[in-house]
């Protein structure tokens, strides 16, 4: 299988299984794209995240784009993000088409009191590992403690609290050398 | 021209969204309902709905419905209308996709560099309680139900949670079979 190809088919089927928002695909992409594809390690997937987390546009279709201009330049990201978005235009069209009353559907409601949950643990998930990967500490332990807070608790925008841990590490790294 | 209209305006939507699609349904709600009547607000609520039961990042997913009933609105054919909706979801990608084609190429280049190697050292861990903070908003009685009104369905959504926690993390499920797993469970009990 070409590289496109494969680039095609792994990002159409994260972008098919991304329900309930761009958080809920980072494990089902950890998975495809760190331990099965092998493309990026766990601290570069990690990084993908911030930079996605970081720029305008849509968090699936940016991590997308970055790994798949990561692998094949230019061309890779297109085919990443394009692959991204297909499963969702396919299924909003048909549903634009044929079945106006999708959303009253009662099997339809019934599948996703079952979904929601899990996508919530799905999310909740990586965490664990990620921290192992992040190199967790006594003396960082609070970084994402107080981000958990600063988000949840307080509303504060993740922009601000990427922005304000970039310019610390950014200084602390100066002051160290 | 709707479809030059269409162009303009997710594309608008596209580079002012930062964090993620809940953050750009009030933009997408001002512009297309308000200033441009593409559609009443029960049927921007519809899309909400939608959206939410259907794969896919929600920006796509409301820019291609909202293109396809614009140009049926405006008076032009299904196929019309089917052009609308690719053109809308095209047009919220392109311009973030320019910007982060610039970041990424940026990165890769200067990846080991000190000053790089530092940001991301202090951005790792925000990124853990950025996911951490998500999963805890997520905590709702819209995904786990009310439990004083329906405690049947509390409990069952915290088990489901359980269960899913437990299987991807400790036993290694793939989430894509844990998603099907929890939606079959989820037709057989209610």
Known sequence: ?177 | MIFLELFYVFSKIGIFNFGGGYAMLSLIQDEVVNKHHWMTINEFTDIVAISQSTPGPIGINCATYTGYTAVIHAGYPTWAAILGAVLASLSVIWLPFILMVSISQYLIKHHNSKAVTNIFGTLRPVIVGLLAAAAIMLMSKENFGNPAESPFVFVLSVAIFLLAFVGTRLYKVHPIIMILLCGLAGLLIY
């Open chain 1, 1 to 177: 299988m070409g590289i496109y190809t494969d680039i095609f088919l792994t990002f159409a089927k994260i972008g098919s299984f991304t329900l309930g928002g761009g958080y809920a695909m980072v494990q089902i992409m950890e998975k495809e794209v760190v331990d099965k594809k092998h493309w990026l390690d766990k601290e570069e997937f990690m990084d993908t995240l911030v930079v996605a987390q970081s720029t305008p546009g849509l968090f699936a279709i940016d991590m997308a784009s970055h790994i798949g201009l990561k692998l094949k330049g230019v061309t890779g990201g297109i085919v990443g993000a394009l692959a991204t978005a297909l499963p969702s235009i396919v299924a909003i069209l048909l549903i634009a088409i044929f079945f106006q009353t999708f959303k009253d559907n009662v099997y339809v409601e019934k599948i996703f009191m079952g979904v929601r949950p899990c996508v919530v643990a799905l999310i909740l998930a990586p965490c664990f590992g990620m921290a192992k990967k992040a190199k967790l500490n006594k003396f960082n332990w609070w970084i994402p403690l107080v981000t958990v807070v600063l988000i949840a608790a307080f509303g504060v925008s993740p922009i601000w609290c990427i922005l304000a841990a970039g310019i610390g590490g950014f200084i602390y790294g100066k002051l160290k050398s």
